[in-house]
């Protein structure tokens, strides 16, 4: 087995072994080559080749997404490095662990005229957790590992990106044949990392809070499946001072809480307000999809909010009073220890909600019986063709929101990159997703994507991980049909050119090219028809194309929340 002779780049690596890394993404390059030696040289490690960085920092946050557990980055000097930027922002707000380790110039040689030189100290900023810039002194030896035990620390207890960038001089390939070993700990804990136990007296307090609240709203944002223990979810249900909101990625489930947001709370009748604001918000898990649960609570003036976990809280509502950094499961199994509920009926703000939840979904299923086909009943067909027991993967900008106003099936895991919700990376974050789901798992992945999406990220096909059981599927309104539902955005000349970004590309090349199986879809009957079959197991990956008029797909979306203001009003209340 060869090994490099570089004594950082073994450094590095029994770092990554010690923080129990076991995957690692590489792009080739010629700086980095020490590092690709040893990463394929030492025991436990899974080394995939991704060319593309963009792709490959997005390939890993697929990874770290499904495992939960920090994945390496690796690539070469220059502007290799900017390309793993976009992945890095996404992984630092969805709050994804990857270690991002650059090979670079020796310090001397910076800014000296160099190629494929830049600045890489301090790169990415406040976008990653810790940046550690190495030196290649003996002297200093004990130091650097110092420091990378803090770094991959943050990484591991704070959920995030670091970056690792690594001064390497030539020879970059001179060998050996045995690791070089160091004689002091590769890791220690750091105390200082370590999230602090919340004091009795401050839990005290926020337990009479909290059951002194007669009207409290938990809203869950992105969370990983079976995040909420079954005992908790039925605390929920069976209290009647609690509703509950959850969207798409909270991979929440349960008829009495409410999943379509937008679909709810459409028409929201303003002189009602004080019946359905809470007076206490807790929010679990990332980010918000919903534009209007936003805007909503905003304009409700909401007075106390609490977030429950670990992650980094948001203060979306502007109103945000309390952290409690500690596991949701574990606060709310305390809060009903000896708790005796009161009569249902001395409460009306969660009958309320269910009220209007039960109006809406009349609405919304009158509307689906006469819409014409477009990305709304398309998107509808779609999940309600899905198989049971898959990963589901969404990307950004209207098939995460199209998805939102349909009942999410219990048995799916469901995720879209909502950290920074950019349509980079989408595919990518996919496939590195649906290589684990596949390995690890035995589950299907199925991406559901617009066409814009896809077309953005189409080196994300450029490998060789892609499984069989990946199915892609193409919501093709030949551009950007998003904006043609914001707001004032068809009045900006030229629209069709530079916000919607007209075209008449198909994937039936690209498709083939990359060795997918190509099916396409024009009319529901075509559509309902390859459905049937699509996601049955095959030797090769399939890619489902569906075309929608980008003329009417705006269009009806308006109709549908214009329908459910007119044949679903909230009805006034009884006196």
């Known amino acids: 087995m060869d090994y490099s002779r570089l004594i950082l780049s073994h450094l590095v690596v029994q770092h990554c072994q010690a923080a129990g890394i076991e995957s690692v993404v590489i792009s080739p390059g010629s700086r980095n080559a020490p590092l690709v030696m040893d990463f394929t040289a030492y025991q436990g490690f899974k080394c995939y080749s991704i060319v593309d960085e963009r792709s490959a920092g997005f390939f890993a946050l697929g990874i770290a997404q499904q495992t939960r557990r920090p994945v390496a980055l690796v690539c070469t000097s220059g502007s290799a490095l900017v390309n793993y930027f976009p992945a890095i922002t996404e992984a630092y707000y969805s709050q994804l662990p990857l270690v991002v380790i650059s090979a670079d110039r020796p310090e001397?040689?910076?800014?000296?005229?160099?190629?494929?030189?830049?600045?890489?100290?301090?790169?990415?900023g406040s976008h990653v957790l810790g940046s550690v810039h190495l030196s290649d002194q003996e002297p200093n030896l004990k130091y650097s590992s110092d420091q990378l035990k803090k770094v991959f620390k943050k990484a591991a207890t704070l959920s995030g990106p670091?970056?690792?960038?690594?001064?390497?001089?030539?020879?970059?390939?001179?060998?050996?044949?045995?690791?070089?070993?160091?004689?002091?700990?590769?890791?220690?804990?750091?105390?200082?990392?370590?999230?602090?136990?919340?004091?009795?007296?401050?839990?005290?307090?926020?337990?009479?809070a909290y059951h002194g609240a007669s009207n409290k709203m938990i809203l869950i944002g992105a969370m990983p499946p079976n995040s909420i223990a079954?005992?908790?979810?039925?605390?929920?249900?069976?209290?009647?001072?609690?509703?509950?909101?959850?969207?798409?990625?909270?991979?929440?489930?349960?008829p009495d809480f409410i999943s379509g947001i937008d679909q709810i709370i459409t028409d929201f009748p303003l002189d009602r307000m004080e019946e359905f604001r809470p007076d206490l918000l807790i929010s679990l898990g990332g980010m918000i999809v919903s534009k209007r649960i936003k805007k909503l609570l905003r304009s409700m003036e909401i007075q106390n909010h609490w977030h429950i976990g670990l992650e980094r809280p948001n203060d979306t509502f502007f109103a945000l009073k309390e952290h409690i950094n500690i596991e949701p499961n574990q606060f709310f199994n305390t809060t009903t220890e000896g708790v005796t509920q009161s009569n249902p009926e001395t409460y009306q703000f969660k009958n309320t909600w269910l009220s209007l939840k039960s109006i809406r979904l009349k609405g919304h299923e009158s509307f689906l019986e006469?819409?014409?086909?477009?990305?709304?009943?398309?998107?509808?067909?779609?999940?309600?063709h899905?198989?049971?027991?898959?990963?589901?993967?969404?990307?950004?900008?209207?098939?995460?929101?199209?998805?939102?106003?349909?009942?999410?099936?219990?048995?799916?895991?469901?995720?879209?990159?909502?950290?920074?919700?950019?349509?980079?990376?989408?595919?990518?974050?996919?496939?590195?997703?649906?290589?684990?789901?596949?390995?690890?798992?035995?589950?299907?992945?199925i991406f559901i994507t617009g066409d814009l999406s896809f077309f953005y990220d189409l080196n994300a096909l450029w490998q060789n991980y892609t499984p069989s059981s990946l199915r892609i599927i193409i919501?093709?309104?030949?551009?950007?049909?998003?904006?043609?539902i914001l707001p004032g955005a068809k009045q900006i000349a030229p629209f069709e050119t530079f916000l919607e970004t007209t075209h008449a590309r198909n994937a039936s090349l690209m498709a083939r090219e990359f060795g997918f199986e190509y099916f396409e879809a024009h009319n529901k009957e075509s559509l309902t028809s390859i459905l049937g079959s699509f996601f049955n197991q095959s030797s090769a990956p399939r890619i489902l194309e569906i075309f929608t008029p980008s003329t009417l797909n705006d269009q009806v979306l308006n109709e549908y929340f214009d329908y459910l203001k007119e044949n679903a009003r909230i009805a006034a209340p009884k006196h």
């Open 230 to 254: 079954p005992a908790v979810l039925e605390n929920w249900r069976s209290d009647p001072s609690i509703i509950v909101l959850t969207e798409t990625l909270a991979n929440v489930h349960d």
């Open 108 to 124: 001397k040689l910076i800014d000296r005229g160099e190629g494929q030189t830049i600045n890489q100290k301090n790169i990415f």
């Open 370 to 384: 006469q819409a014409p086909y477009s990305d709304f009943t398309v998107h509808h067909t779609i999940l309600a």
């Open 386 to 445: 899905l198989p049971d027991h898959i990963n589901l993967q969404l990307a950004n900008s209207a098939s995460i929101r199209y998805a939102q106003l349909f009942e999410a099936n219990p048995t799916h895991a469901a995720y879209c990159n909502r950290g920074t919700s950019g349509i980079e990376g989408s595919m990518s974050t996919a496939i590195g997703a649906a290589v684990v789901a596949h390995e690890t798992h035995k589950r299907e992945t």
């Open 162 to 208: 670091i970056h690792i960038n690594v001064p390497m001089d030539e020879p970059l390939y001179a060998k050996s044949n045995k690791p070089i070993g160091f004689d002091f700990a590769v890791l220690a804990d750091d105390q200082d990392l370590m999230p602090h136990p919340i004091e009795a007296p401050r839990l005290q307090r926020l337990y009479k």
């Open 475 to 484: 919501v093709n309104n030949h551009g950007g049909g998003i904006f043609r």
